[in-house]
């Protein structure tokens, strides 16, 4: 395990909240930090009501907007790359810091590796090895085999395409993050599923017919996992909460304090709310 320095960082637990402001909320911490006006943030959060994020790049014609309507959920765009997910039933962090400071300075591939560390530790900490044999691994290698897979390439499930550094448990994708980096401040953020069908997101997506909306299904089935399964027990989101805090403090040698959004900051997520994420292009 990697050694640093003892910092101290302001821990998060923000309300449930929709797509747009939760995407708010970090880019304003995000500028608070590169002002120094925000403290490094580790941030706890859920989303009312659910909602399809698409990375930054990915086309809106990856989505079926009727069937989405239809079903009262949100759609964001995120400031971080990667596929289509779907926010319902789960824990997600983000972590706002420097990158001056060294659990991530360096490259981004390298400060997933010492990310992720401590969300493996919050794993540990729910016994998840224990109980499943587990060995951790990176998607590195399954990456590689897979860069020049053009179904691969144009798949629009996050949780169907391996990426560097996410946590896998039995051969499934358990967590995904990605990361953006703007004005010298790096932000990470990660979803760990926690119960549900993780193939419901197969239903707000565009495919050619109904046949290939279930193959996808069954590709989703095949890799990525929730915590439930993975576990044998449901853990509800304040335990999966508290653990992953524990994991980020012990792994990355951190303490944490208690805050709340400030008002510069709660200012500003309303301001990029309405500017640049309540609509989607």
């Known amino acids: 395990m990697t050694q640093y320095p003892t910092a101290t960082w302001r821990l998060l637990h923000t309300n449930p909240t929709d797509g747009p ?11 608070g930090a590169a002002e120094g006006t925000s403290p490094p943030t580790l941030r706890f959060f859920a989303w009312g009501p659910p909602c399809l994020s698409l990375g930054y790049a990915q086309p809106l014609t990856d989505v079926d907007h009727k069937r989405l309507a239809r079903r009262g959920w949100d759609l964001v765009r995120r400031p971080t790359g990667g596929k289509a997910i779907l926010h319902t039933d789960e824990l997600t962090y983000s972590i706002i810091t420097p990158q001056t400071d060294p659990r991530v300075e360096g490259g981004i591939v390298e400060s997933y590796r010492r990310l992720s560390e401590g969300l493996v530790r919050g794993l540990e900490l729910m016994d998840l090895i224990a109980r499943n044999n587990a060995v951790y691994t990176t998607d590195t290698e399954r990456t590689e085999k897979n860069k020049n897979d053009s179904a691969m390439r144009d798949n629009p499930v996050c949780f169907e395409t391996p990426s560097n550094y996410e946590i896998t448990i039995i051969g499934k994708k358990l967590i995904g993050s990605a990361q953006a980096r703007k004005q010298g401040v790096v932000l990470q953020h990660g979803t760990l599923p926690l119960t549900g069908d993780i193939t419901r997101i197969c239903d707000v997506l565009a495919f050619a017919d109904e046949a290939t909306r279930e193959r996808a299904k069954e590709r989703v089935r095949a890799r990525a996992i929730t915590l439930e399964l993975a576990l044998g027990v449901v853990v509800s989101w304040e335990q ?3 653990a992953m805090k524990h994991g980020f403090r012990e792994a990355l040698k951190l303490e944490f304090e208690s805050g709340m959004l400030s008002a510069a900051e709660m200012e500003r997520a309303r301001e990029l709310r309405e500017r640049k994420y309540r609509v989607v292009q």
């Open 21 to 31: 402001m939760n995407m708010a909320i970090d880019e304003s911490i995000l500028l």
């Open 240 to 242: 999966a909460a508290n």
